[in-house]
């Protein structure tokens, strides 16, 4: 299931407590950023695209297939616009001056990260023709967050919060015996949860990673 906003602390206290985990004074906020920052970092992507439009300008694709690398993900386009230094504007048509790439990417839930120009220009480009593309658009790999990432996100927040978990379930003991009975913590009580965690965010930071 997508999800409209990053994991927040409500979201992380709640699945604390749906584990027996007490918060206490842990810095949730600090948590969850965190891990939404190191999934971004290592993927090299903005995974929520913003709620407004933000502009971005680009130089003419001088190649001769016409192909213009946006190098970020482009999750939802309001306009593309030609500009030379000192011209009108012109705003180029969908499917007809220009085809975003690859084809099929909204489709399939993901972000366009090209277009193809209809128009050719040659290099080397005169000074007025630079950054000209004019593209406005919604800036990220999406206007939902994929359920997997979102989970992963969440799941790497709790896991920073394991040493001083596995503090509070065990009081600093390895072992305790009561009534004859032993509990044995062993030095990470929590290390099967955390490696179980650490596989399923790795496997997301693969699957996204550009």
Known sequence: MTRTQYPGSEDLGRLLAGMGWTAGDQDLTGAVDAAVREFEERTGR??????S??????DPPVAPDGVLEL????????????????????????????WLL???????????TALRVRRRWLGPLP???????LITGRWGYGATLPGDVWSAMLHRAAMLLI????????????????AGVETAWGDEPLAGLAKGWE??????VG???R
Request: aromatic share 10%.
């Open 46 to 51: 903005t995974m929520l695209a913003p709620a």
């Open 71 to 98: 190098g970020a993900d482009l999750a939802g386009l309001t306009s593309l616009v030609y500009q030379p230094q000192g011209a009108s504007p012109e705003t180029l048509t969908h499917y007809v001056d220009f």
């Open 163 to 178: 040493p001083q978990q596995g503090y509070v379930l065990t009081a600093g003991r390895v072992r305790t015996v009561t």
């Open 127 to 133: 000074e007025s023709l630079l950054r000209s593309i």
């Open 102 to 112: 690859e084809l099929n990417a909204s489709q399939q839930g993901k972000p366009w």
């Open 53 to 58: 439009d933000a502009v971005r300008a680009y």
């Open 207 to 209: 699957r996204y990673r």
């Open 199 to 204: 596989r399923e965010f790795e496997a997301a």
